[in-house]
């Protein structure tokens, strides 16, 4: 892949942050873009932004709330009617909640959107023969394997992973998408990126309460990235000739770096999968 022009690119998160600054550059760059946000009124207002905007791509929007599994499949059977095959998908939902929550279907609800979201998407998406092997995927999670912790979480244990609130949840989600991008060419056929930004100056924290903002200062204190800076990066690693087809990578703004071996474990991939399996099964009641 060479260019963007004539492409059709999914963009989930895409209404705000990262993922809003990444549908811009695709667009820009002439892909047909559809993004995807809980929030009607911010969707409306991108779209009334494009519209001043000549050139050969287009955006489009689904609204839909991504924290229930029923509704990502929807979306996937929307983004059907529209297309026989995605070629870009940038998965950037997510939320950063310190609280207890779930959602109506029984998953917490970090977790939900963050990661079982995407999950439910890929299959989904597989199911009704979106992807192949010219399938770009970048999601985005913290790709952080220096962080001793995430090594120590287990996913082979569906109780434990349901024990997992608050920060302990949002850090699994994050794990877990790393996880899902190792297994994605094996089990969807695609090429996938995993791609940690940093701490970039979005809205990511709204939900979390003043005090707990106070604990996290001195990771955002060294926040010097806009989203529109990390947005023109994912579109040249969108396009970059050099990622192999069919290849998994991690990668974060320094470039590429070798998975950790927490990450690399196909044991400890099969387990994820089988424990999304069994939650994306209860959430849609199959
Ligand atoms: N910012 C950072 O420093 C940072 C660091 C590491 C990783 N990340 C990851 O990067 C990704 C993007 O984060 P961001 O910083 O760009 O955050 P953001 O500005 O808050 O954007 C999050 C996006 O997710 C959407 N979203 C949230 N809940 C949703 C739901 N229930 N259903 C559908 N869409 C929902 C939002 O839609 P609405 O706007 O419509 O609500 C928005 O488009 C997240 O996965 C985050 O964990 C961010």
Redesign the pocket.
């Known amino acids: 892949m060479n260019h963007p022009q004539s492409r059709f690119a999914v963009v989930?998160?895409?209404?705000?942050?990262?993922?809003?600054?990444t549908a811009r550059a695709l667009r820009a760059a002439g892909a047909d873009v559809v993004?995807?946000?809980?929030?009607?009124?911010?969707?409306d207002a991108l779209l009334r932004a494009d519209k001043s905007h000549g050139g050969t791509g287009s955006m489009s929007t689904i609204?839909?709330?991504?924290?229930?599994m029923k509704?990502v499949i929807t979306v996937v059977d929307e983004v059907a009617d529209r297309t026989d095959h995605i070629d870009l998908l940038v998965?950037?939902?997510?939320?950063?909640i310190t609280r207890t929550e779930h959602t109506t279907e029984g998953i917490e609800?970090d977790f939900?959107?963050?990661y079982l979201?995407r999950f439910v998407f890929l299959e989904h998406a597989a199911r009704r023969s979106l992807l192949s092997r010219s399938t770009r995927m970048v999601n985005?999670?913290?790709?952080a394997p220096t962080i001793p912790w995430y090594a120590r979480m287990e996913f082979s244990s569906q109780t434990e992973v349901e024990a997992r609130v608050g920060m302990r949840s949002?850090g699994q989600?994050?794990l877990a998408?790393d996880l899902l991008t190792a297994q994605a060419p094996t089990r969807y056929g695609i090429t996938a990126i995993g791609y940690?930004?940093?701490?970039?100056?979005?809205?990511?924290?709204?939900e979390v309460p003043h005090a707990a903002q106070a604990i996290m200062k001195p990771f955002?204190a060294r926040?010097t990235?806009q989203?529109e800076e990390?947005g023109a990066e994912l579109l040249a690693v969108l396009l970059d000739p050099a990622v192999p087809a069919g290849s998994a990578t991690i990668r974060n703004r320094k470039g590429t770096f070798p998975a950790a071996a927490y990450v690399a474990d196909p044991a400890r991939q099969h387990e994820l999968i089988m424990v999304s399996e069994a939650l994306a099964a209860r959430a849609l009641g199959s």
């Open positions: 989930t998160g895409g209404t705000d942050g990262i993922g809003a600054a993004i995807v946000g809980r929030s009607q009124e911010k969707a609204v839909a709330d991504l924290a229930e509704n998965h950037a939902a997510g939320i950063l609800k939900a959107v963050g979201s985005i999670a913290a790709s949002h989600a994050q998408n940690g930004p940093g701490a970039v100056n979005t809205s990511i924290r709204r955002y926040v990235r989203p990390v």
